[in-house]
């Protein structure tokens, strides 16, 4: 892994329910999205700037009934910011995301690092 400097981070991580938070789909669907939000903010205050995917909901709950996000715009628009990123960040039970396989994949391409700690992030910045 070459060095770079590390500001802008890509929280990757499952949000897609899998039964293994809650049997109930819509309550872990809302705290995968917490979890990855927590990261965010976790990196926001050790000095990184995140872009969380999973606050995408936001934009949802803000549309006009005549207004309409799919699928396909928000993945593009995940990429987009996951290409103008330093590195990723892979939360507990990525592996378990196509979307968050797909996003290594693409961050394995870009020749970005990931990591799955902020200590091993915060180390590798202050080596």
């Keep these: 892994m070459s060095k770079r400097t590390i500001y802008f981070v890509y929280v990757a991580g499952l949000l897609t329910p899998r039964g293994i938070k809650s049997a109930n789909p819509a309550i872990e669907h809302l705290l995968n999205i917490r979890d990855l939000a927590r990261t965010g903010?976790?990196?926001?205050?050790?000095?990184?700037?995140?872009?969380?995917?999973?606050?995408?909901?936001?934009?949802?709950?803000?549309?006009?009934?005549?207004?309409?996000?799919?699928e396909p715009m928000i993945k593009r628009f995940s990429k987009d910011w996951l290409r103008k990123c330093d590195a990723i960040f892979l939360t507990d039970g990525w592996e378990k995301s196509r979307g968050s396989v797909a996003e290594k994949q693409l961050a394995d391409e870009l020749g970005l690092p990931s990591f799955k700690s902020i200590d091993e992030l915060k180390k590798y910045t202050e080596d």
Excluded: W
Aim: proline fraction near 7%; charged fraction near 25%; hydrophobic fraction near 55%.
């Design 41 to 70: 903010l976790a990196l926001l205050k050790a000095g990184f700037a995140p872009f969380c995917p999973a606050l995408d909901f936001l934009y949802f709950i803000l549309l006009r009934e005549d207004e309409r996000i799919t």
